[in-house]
């Protein structure tokens, strides 16, 4: 039986081919991969994920890259919004609390999320990291947090409108679900619409 340690030790190696960090090899149009993984695993999946960023910046790794959790970048979002002396994020959390978690509060949340303002903050995060001078090769970011957002934004919503913005690098989405049947289905319940450009990485292990 396939462990997580045993499927991670194999998306190493595949990070560590020198091929596979060519940023002009694979999927040229489309340079996003989809790594699904027992969404029951979250937490461990998110110790393994820092751990493979740990061990590419060894000798024989020689690559550096960007964890990306997308829960934590909307929260981010949030606090730079400015309302006098408090924030986006303060007030919905002030409401939450004396209203709790209710319909104005998910539905002002969901807006926020999908909102383009957001995918070009997270972009934007993307490429400063990017452009910062660097001794090691740039090539991958490895973006996770989707179950967290959950129902707030989908996978498939969210990469429409980031696709314009991958470019010069590979972008590697750790997806809490599985893929069947060549769709990909979120918490393995959710038929996730709109993903058949994405390369299945675990297929590629």
């Given at each position: ?5 045993d ?13 596979f ?5 694979g ?6 991969y989809?790594?699904?993984y ?13 751990a493979?960023?740990?061990r ?6 020689q690559?550096?890259v960007?964890?990306?959790?997308l829960?934590?970048?909307l929260l ?24 709790g ?12 999320a999908g909102e ?6 997270v ?5 400063t990291y990017l452009?910062l001078p ?15 957002l ?7 919503s969210?990469?429409?409108k980031?696709?314009?913005?991958v ?12 893929y ?9 319940q959710?038929h ?7 390369v ?6």
């Open positions: 039986m396939t462990t997580m340690t499927t991670f030790e194999k998306l190493y190696q595949k990070l560590t081919d020198a091929t960090q060519d940023p002009a090899t999927n040229l149009f489309f340079p996003v989809l790594f699904t027992d969404p029951t695993q979250e937490y461990a999946v998110r110790t393994q994920i820092d493979l960023g740990d590419l910046l060894r000798p024989y790794g690559n550096e960007l964890i990306v959790n829960f934590e970048q981010a979002y949030l606090r730079s919004d400015q309302y006098g002396d408090e924030t986006l994020l303060d007030l919905i959390l002030d409401k939450e609390r004396d209203e978690f209710t319909g104005d509060v998910e539905e002002l949340l969901r807006q926020k383009s303002a957001f995918i070009a903050f972009a934007n995060h993307i490429r452009q660097a001794k090691l090769p740039r090539v991958f970011v490895l973006l996770h947090g989707f179950g967290s959950y129902p707030l934004l989908r996978v498939s969210f990469l429409n980031f696709e314009k913005y470019d010069g690098y590979k972008l590697l989405v750790f997806y809490p679900g599985s069947r049947q060549q769709q990909y289905v979120l918490f393995n959710l996730d619409e709109h993903l058949y450009r994405a299945h990485l675990n297929a590629m292990l």
